[in-house]
T-cell receptor, first 112, second 111 residues
Framework: DARVTQTPRDKVTEMGQEVTMRCQPI?????VFWYRQTMMQGLELLAY????????DSGMPKDRFSAEMPDATLATLKIQPSEPRDSAVYFC??????????FGPGTRLTVL | GENVEQHPSTLSVQEGDSAVIKCTYS??????FPWYKQELGKGPQLIID?????GEKKDQRIAVTLNKTAKHFSLHITETQPEDSAVYFC??????????FGKGTMLLVSP
């Protein structure tokens, strides 16, 4: 049963700390999206990659967020330094060859 | 860019009733329209999608209709069950597989 995995599932940290979230896309999917979900803003696109190359990261605050895809099985989203307003659920999604996006279970981030 | 409006924001029905959620989009170039179901504490799950070359698609109790001229599409759930209770999101493809999502509809099915 192929599925997207994300770690950690929950993260509580203090303001100013570095946070790294990881995503393993479905094997064979070469496009990966990062989203942030909050009650106020809904689902926001942060960045996405195709064949490990970043295509668009205009949705991310550049001064503190960075996204990478060091290999085909791992995508990372890093926040440094974290702020309380970054508290949200972060999802990654991988895309099939038919264009269907499959979401991971999310990382719930709380910044105190 | 693409803009997707979704209505209603909440919907309460009795078990066995039908539920309809409607979305409109702005970009006439959009050609892929998925629907997602999100249960509490989980990621959005793709439940059905439709492409612009068809007007309707059905999968058991759920169906989606698309009117490209009017730029709107709808999700229909028949014979609703309590386990259908969740938040449902529509989306439209804005190019390069990127999706623009509606704000979501919270569906509550009462036994």
């Amino acid at each position: 049963d192929a599925r997207v995995t994300q770690t950690p599932r929950d993260k509580v940290t203090e303001m100013g700390q570095e946070v790294t979230m990881r995503c393993q896309p479905i094997l064979g999917h070469n496009t990966v999206f990062w989203y942030r979900q909050t009650m106020m803003q809904g689902l926001e696109l942060l960045a996405y990659f195709r064949n490990r190359a970043p295509l668009d990261d205009s949705g991310m605050p550049k001064d503190r967020f960075s996204a990478e895809m060091p290999d085909a099985t791992l995508a990372t989203l890093k926040i440094q330094p974290s702020e309380p307003r970054d508290s949200a659920v972060y999802f990654c999604a991988s895309v099939s060859s038919f264009g269907e996006q499959f979401f991971g279970p999310g990382t719930r981030l709380t910044v105190l | 860019g693409e803009n997707v409006e979704q209505h209603p924001s909440t919907l309460s029905v009795q078990e066995g009733d039908s539920a309809v959620i409607k979305c409109t989009y702005s970009d006439s170039a959009s050609n892929y329209f998925p629907w997602y179901k999100q249960e509490l504490g989980k990621g959005p799950q793709l439940i059905i999608d439709i492409r612009s070359n068809v007007g309707e698609k059905k999968d058991q109790r759920i169906a989606v209709t698309l009117n490209k001229t009017a730029k709107h599409f709808s999700l229909h759930i028949t014979e609703t069950q309590p386990e259908d209770s969740a938040v449902y999101f529509c989306a439209a493809e804005a190019g390069y597989s990127t999706l623009t999502f509606g704000k979501g509809t919270m569906l509550l099915v009462s036994p």
